[in-house]
C-alpha cells in the first residue's frame, strides 16, 4: 500500500494516508423524513421556498406608513392581523393595523411599531417613538432564498435539522444507507462478560466501547464475538467479515509479538500496512484492505483502542459512509497541576477541563496508564501534548481537545 512503516509515524500522516484511499461506498435511499434520524444526505437540499415566504412581524404591535405618522396626531386603528388571519381590509390614510408576531404585515407597510411604544385610547393609538423603515418586519426570504442549499450532501441528520426540513416542507430525503461494519476482539485471555474468570482472564471490553461508538456514528454493527488465537478461526472471521460488511474492526494482536496470524491473513486474504504510531496512547495500529472490506486493527489496551478509534477510525469511517467530517474543536487552558510526559510521541492525557478563576483550567485524571480505564472514564476531554514537549508544570498552557458526541 506504499506506507512507511519505519520508525514511529506522526498521526496527521496516518490520517492522511487512510483517507487519500477512502470514498464513499454507501448506495442512496428515499425515505420518509420521519426516519431519517441519523442518517447522513446523499445530496444537498435546496430550499423549495423563502422562508420566511412572506415579510411579517417581529413583534405585537401596529403596522403603520410613516407618511401617516408625520403629523404626529394619533392614528386610528382600522383593523387586526393574526398569524395565519391576515388583514384583508381597506386601509385608509390615517389608519394603522394591530399586528401579532407572525402575522403577513398589509400591503404598503413602512414599519410595526411595537406596542410598548404606543399609547392606546380605544380605537385611537399614538406613537410615543418615530420608527426606521423596514423596523419589525421580517422580510420574505430574509433567513433563507428560495432554491438555496440549506444542508449539504454528507450532513448527518440530528434533531436540529429535522425541524428546519420539515418547515421548508421536505417530506422525504436521499440518505445514504448505514455503513455496516464487523468486529471482533481477538485473545485466549479475554472472556464474555457474565461468565467467571479461571486465573490469567479478563473480560472482553473493547467491544463495547467500539460497539457504542459505531451506533453514536449511525453504523450497523455485525458482532463476531471474541476469537481465539487460532489461524483457522482468525481465518473464518476475516472471511465471513469480508463478505458481509464494508469494514472490519479488530481490537488486540497488532502488537509486537501478537501480529503474526493478523498480518499471516492479511497479506494472504488483501493488503495491509502496519504502523508504529507516534502517539500515546495507542502505538500498534493497522489499517489495510480486504477484496471487498476495509480492515482497523486497534491495539489491546482498553484506552488504546478508544483513542485511536476517535482519532483515526472515526474519520476513516465518516469519509465511506459519505458524512461531512470536521476536526474537534481544541482550546487553550492552564493546567493546574503538573504532567509526567516525555518527548517522543503526541500524547492525548485524559483530563477534565472546568471554568477556573482567571479562565478554563484542566487536570489529570490520574494514572495515563493505557490499561487504567476509569481515567477515560471520568475524563471529558483530552490533553493534547505536542510530541516533543517533555514534563508540563502547573501554571503552563496546555491544548485541549474537548470531547465530542462520540465519547460522551
Known amino acids: 500500500m506504499g506506507f512507511d512503516t519505519s520508525g514511529l509515524l506522526p498521526l496527521s500522516d496516518a490520517l ?3 483517507l ?10 428515499q425515505l420518509p423524513l420521519p426516519e431519517a434520524l441519523g442518517r447522513v444526505l446523499a445530496s444537498d437540499i435546496a ?16 403596522a403603520v406608513r410613516l407618511e401617516d405618522l408625520a403629523s404626529g396626531t394619533p392614528l386610528i386603528m382600522a383593523g387586526k392581523a393574526f398569524a395565519g388571519q391576515p388583514y384583508q381590509g381597506e386601509w385608509p390614510a390615517g389608519h394603522c393595523v394591530r399586528i401579532m408576531t407572525g402575522a403577513p404585515v398589509p400591503a404598503g407597510t413602512d414599519a410595526v411599531v411595537m406596542q410598548e411604544e404606543t399609547q392606546a385610547d380605544g380605537d385611537r393609538i399614538t406613537f410615543l417613538a418615530q420608527p426606521e423603515p423596514g423596523q419589525n418586519i421580517r422580510r420574505a426570504g430574509s433567513d433563507i432564498g428560495k432554491g438555496a442549499c440549506v444542508l449539504p450532501a454528507g450532513t448527518r441528520l440530528t434533531p436540529r435539522e429535522m425541524p428546519l426540513l420539515a418547515s421548508l416542507g421536505v417530506a422525504s430525503v436521499a440518505v445514504r444507507r448505514p455503513l455496516k461494519v464487523a468486529i471482533f476482539s481477538t485473545g485466549d485471555e479475554l472472556k464474555p462478560v457474565g461468565t467467571p474468570l479461571a486465573h490469567g482472564d479478563i473480560y472482553d471490553s473493547n467491544r463495547y466501547g467500539v460497539r457504542a461508538m459505531l451506533a453514536r456514528m449511525g453504523c450497523d454493527c455485525l458482532d463476531l464475538g471474541i476469537i481465539p488465537d487460532d489461524p483457522a478461526q482468525l481465518r473464518a472471521a476475516f472471511i465471513r467479515a469480508d463478505e458481509e460488511a464494508d469494514v472490519l474492526i479488530t481490537t488486540g494482536g497488532v502488537s509486537v509479538g501478537e ?4 498480518k499471516q491473513l492479511l497479506d494472504e486474504l488483501g493488503e495491509i500496512g502496519f504502523w508504529k504510531l507516534a502517539i500515546k496512547p495507542g502505538k500498534p495500529f493497522a489499517f489495510g484492505r480486504l477484496p471487498h472490506a476495509w480492515f482497523f486493527g486497534l491495539p489491546g489496551n482498553p484506552v488504546s483502542a478508544m483513542v485511536t478509534f476517535d482519532q ?5 469511517l465518516a469519509k465511506l459512509a459519505g458524512q461531512r467530517f470536521e476536526r474537534p474543536l481544541q482550546l487553550q487552558a492552564i493546567v493546574a497541576e503538573p504532567l509526567k510526559k516525555s518527548p517522543g510521541r503526541l500524547d492525548f492525557q485524559r483530563g477534565i477541563l472546568s471554568q477556573g478563576p482567571n479562565g478554563l483550567e484542566v487536570r489529570s485524571t490520574g494514572s495515563q496508564d493505557s490499561a487504567v480505564f476509569s481515567s477515560l472514564s471520568r475524563a471529558n476531554c483530552y490533553i493534547v501534548l505536542e510530541r516533543e514537549r517533555g514534563r508540563v508544570d502547573a501554571g503552563e498552557t496546555v491544548t485541549v481537545e474537548p470531547f465530542g458526541g462520540l465519547l460522551l
Open 312 to 316: 483515526l477510525v472515526q474519520p476513516a
Open 47 to 62: 430550499s423549495p421556498l423563502a422562508v420566511p415566504p412572506f415579510d411579517n412581524s417581529a413583534m405585537d404591535g401596529y
Open 259 to 262: 501480529a503474526d496470524f493478523t
Open 20 to 29: 487519500e484511499q477512502l470514498a464513499c461506498c454507501c448506495d442512496s435511499e
Open 16 to 18: 492522511q494516508g487512510m
